[in-house]
């Protein structure tokens, strides 16, 4: 299906989300080989990874363990024994299966606020790629991308980096740790949104990673697509390649 321009063109895409279950519901316990280091902003550190219980219990400690663990080997840093943890759950509140998983957090984090706390935000992705639409019509929708996208995803990339660089909670070192079920497709949309703005890593890049770290769900992908053709016209980049997933030859700037 190709789609037109115009602002008509945006009532599908809204109306198709609210239709169309586009995410894999399903979790599993917190698994070290999902916990990965992204980024750090003076004493501030931002992890991805899987749904953080065990055994239905926040597990806290392990988590800590396993994030200190990526820091060292993969960014080379010392992760601070004692720190202010910023979980941001990106599951789904109304799913049988990831609304219990989500209240086992909230639970945590009301009776051990000084630990940290929990910003819940249900990602779904989008059900419509930037190909779905002749080249006028992709403009168009990627440079409203604020005005329809459910995830939202040019905001909550820039709440995450606020995070890092103005920690409002505590005194100590705050350390963000976003996770979906498995810690591969929501997570993944949201690590390459970040990525992509913050760390100028290549979109080829931050989509061969995803795709090894096993993100498969349509809709996260399409919404990574959109973020790239949003982003690629945000900093006035006009190469046809920008966005392209298949050439590995690319660089940002």
Not at 2 to 12: C, D, E, N
Not at 167 to 191: I, K, M, W
Not at 217 to 226: D, F, S
Request: proline share 5%.
């Amino acid at each position: 299906m190709v789609m037109g321009t115009g602002k008509m063109a945006i009532v599908p895409v809204i109306i198709l989300m609210v239709m169309v279950g586009v995410v894999k519901s399903s979790v599993e316990p917190l698994n070290y080989d999902r916990v990965h280091f992204i980024d750090h902003v003076g004493g501030n550190y931002l992890f991805r990874g899987n749904l953080p219980l065990i055994d239905n219990s926040f597990a806290y400690s392990t988590l800590c363990e396993y994030m200190a663990k990526r820091a060292l080997e993969e960014g080379n840093i010392t992760l601070p024994q004692q720190f202010f943890l910023i979980v941001i759950s990106l599951l789904d509140p109304t799913d049988p299966v990831e609304g219990p998983a989500l209240t086992v957090e909230k639970d945590f984090f009301a009776t051990n606020n000084s630990l940290g706390m929990l910003h819940s935000w249900p990602f779904y992705g989008d059900v419509l790629s930037p190909l779905n639409y002749t080249e006028s019509g992709m403009l168009y929708m990627a440079e409203r991308l604020n005005d329809w996208q459910q995830d939202q995803l040019p905001y909550h990339s820039a709440v995450i980096r606020r995070f890092l660089e103005i920690n409002d909670y505590s005194d100590l070192p705050a350390v963000v740790y976003f996770h979906c079920g498995h810690g591969q497709d929501r997570t993944g949309e949201l690590a390459g949104t970040y990525e992509l703005q913050y760390l100028s890593t290549s979109f080829y890049s931050l989509w061969q990673y995803n795709i090894n770290m096993g993100m498969d769900v349509v809709a996260n992908k399409n919404a990574m697509m959109w973020f790239c053709e949003y982003w690629k016209i945000n900093i006035n980049n006009d190469s046809s390649d920008f966005c392209s997933t298949t050439n590995p030859s690319l660089s940002l700037y």
